[in-house]
């Protein structure tokens, strides 16, 4: 029930596109611009690609929406973030995060679900290839941003938890509660940054769990 009302909510945020053509993927767009595609059948069986351009520096009080969808080259929908954008079939769903992306799916009718083909050139593209590239080295890269995301969020926690009890109200109900990490002047510097850099890397892949939200 939730979803389907989730579902509803989302492709009312879709407005038609204004018919513009694709722009090209640049260089410099590397971490403000991401591209995914796909190419689906129509009912007649005719494929169309169809393509999911996010702008990550654009917002509702920006001229141009942050993500746009296109059937061959042509604006067709255009929207703010979450969205589902309809296509033959099913929808696309598309939402960001302070780091990147975190869902860039299509979703069938039937309850199917896969991953956009990101454009090569972007920075989700190029982290795909290193995936492929060197599978062990990309496993390990994930698992030291998962375990730097851990020790933060176990930092964030015990800080916490710690201003807290600092309370008069709360120290006398639940007593006193003194952090057993004490980080030195460049750790609270230095892990902040690494939670930032492994969110990202997981942003990249995808995989912008709820760890990434908390942690860095």
Not at 143 to 170: F, H, K, M, N, W
Not at 200 to 212: H, P, T, Y
Request: proline letters at 6%.
């Amino acid at each position: 029930m939730l979803k389907k009302v989730k579902r509803r909510l989302q492709l009312a945020k879709v407005k038609p596109g204004d018919g513009s053509r694709l722009a090209q993927y640049r260089v410099w767009q590397l971490f403000s611009r991401s591209l995914f595609g796909l190419e689906l059948p129509d009912r007649s069986g005719r494929c169309h690609v169809f393509e999911v351009d996010v702008r990550h520096m654009a917002d509702s009080t920006t001229k141009r929406r942050p993500a746009a969808l296109y059937r061959d080259g042509i604006q067709i929908h255009c929207a703010n973030v979450p969205v589902a954008f309809p296509v033959p079939g099913g929808v696309i769903e598309v939402a960001t995060s302070p780091y990147g992306l975190k869902r860039m799916h299509h979703v069938r009718d039937d309850g199917g679900v896969r991953m956009l083909r990101p454009h090569p050139r972007s920075a989700e593209g190029l982290r795909a290839r290193f995936d492929r590239r060197f599978p062990r080295t990309s496993a390990s890269i994930g698992a030291v941003a998962v375990v730097v995301l851990l020790v933060g969020l176990a930092v964030t926690l015990s800080v916490t938890v710690e201003a807290i009890t600092r309370v008069p109200l709360v120290a006398e109900h639940v007593g006193a509660f003194t952090s057993p990490i004490h980080l030195p002047g460049w750790a609270k510097v230095a892990l902040p940054a690494a939670g930032f850099v492994a969110a990202l890397e997981r942003s990249l892949m995808l995989r912008n769990q709820w760890l990434a939200k908390v942690g860095a």
